[in-house]
C-alpha cells in the first residue's frame, strides 16, 4: 500500500525535545523526508535520510531510521516557540523519485 | 538563487469552470511535481513532469491534467470544477535526476470552488 502513518498531534514546553514518529508500508522505499509547514505557507524541506542509513544529524535535527520495523522519527533538541508548525515525513521510491508520499503530518505545539 | 513561485496565490472559480496554475520553478531545476493539499486527504501527488514529459502520475481523474515547457515551467488545469477540487494545490522543484530528488516547493495557489 501507500500508507505513511504519522501521529496528528504533539505538544511539549519550550527548550524540551521533541519526537515525532512516523511509519512506512513500503519495501522499497529509497529516501524518507521531513518537512515542515507553517501556516499559510509551503513545505520547507528540513531534512532526509537514504534507507540504507539508520541515523543522520543535522544541528538541532536528529533522524533515526529503523528499517526492518519501517519506523522513522524526527527528534528536535531545544525546542523553540518558533519550531511550532506541522511537520510531514515523505517517502520515495525506486523508479519513482520525482512523486512523494506523505503522512497526514504532525501538529507540532511548542509553549513557552 | 530564487525560490519556486507560483501564480496566482488565490484563485476563487464556481462549479463547472475550468482553472490554470502556473509554477515557476528553481532555475536549473528540470523537475517539477505537483500535489493537492486538503483538510481531509493530507498531501496527495498529482504528477511529475520531466523535460517536457510526464514522468509520473498519481491517481486523480482526467480533469487534472499538466504540461511543461522548454524553459521547465509548468502549468496545471483543472476542467469542470467540483467543489470537492477546492484546496492548497503546490508545486514543487528538484533537479530531477536517481531516486532522490529534494523537492523546493512554492508557496501554493489556494483554489476555492463556489
Known amino acids: 500500500g501507500e500508507d505513511v502513518e504519522q501521529s496528528l498531534f504533539l505538544s511539549v514546553r519550550e527548550g524540551d525535545s521533541s519526537v515525532i514518529n512516523c511509519t512506512y508500508t513500503?519495501?522499497?522505499?529509497?529516501?524518507l523526508y521531513w518537512y515542515k509547514q507553517e501556516p499559510g505557507a509551503g513545505l520547507q524541506l528540513l531534512t532526509y535520510?537514504?534507507?540504507?542509513?539508520d541515523m543522520k544529524q543535522d544541528q538541532r535535527l536528529t533522524v533515526l531510521l529503523n528499517k526492518k520495523d519501517k519506523h522513522l522519527s524526527l527528534r528536535i533538541a531545544d525546542t523553540q516557540t518558533g519550531d511550532s508548525a506541522i511537520y510531514f515525513c515523505?517517502?520515495?521510491?525506486?523508479?519513482?523519485?520525482?512523486?512523494?508520499?506523505f503522512g497526514q503530518g504532525t501538529e507540532l505545539s511548542v509553549k513557552p | 538563487k530564487a525560490g519556486v513561485t507560483q501564480t496566482p496565490r488565490y484563485l476563487i472559480k464556481t462549479r463547472g469552470q475550468q482553472v490554470t496554475l502556473s509554477c515557476s520553478p528553481i532555475?536549473?531545476?528540470?523537475?517539477v511535481s505537483w500535489y493537492q493539499q486538503t483538510p481531509g486527504q493530507g498531501l496527495q501527488f498529482l504528477f511529475e513532469?520531466?523535460?517536457?514529459?510526464?514522468?509520473n502520475k498519481g491517481n486523480f481523474p482526467g480533469r487534472f491534467s499538466g504540461r511543461q515547457f522548454s524553459n521547465s515551467r509548468s502549468e496545471m488545469n483543472v476542467s469542470t470544477l467540483e467543489l470537492g477540487d477546492s484546496a492548497l494545490y503546490l508545486c514543487?522543484?528538484?533537479?530531477?535526476?536517481?531516486?532522490?530528488?529534494?523537492?523546493?516547493f512554492g508557496p501554493g495557489t489556494r483554489l476555492t470552488v463556489l
Open positions: 514543487a522543484s528538484s533537479l530531477g535526476g536517481g531516486d532522490h530528488n529534494e523537492q523546493f
Open positions: 513500503d519495501s522499497s522505499s529509497t529516501y
Open positions: 535520510i537514504f534507507s540504507n542509513m
Open positions: 515523505a517517502e520515495s521510491r525506486h523508479n519513482q523519485g520525482g512523486k512523494l508520499i
Open positions: 532555475s536549473g531545476h528540470r523537475s
Open positions: 513532469y520531466f523535460s517536457e514529459t510526464q514522468r
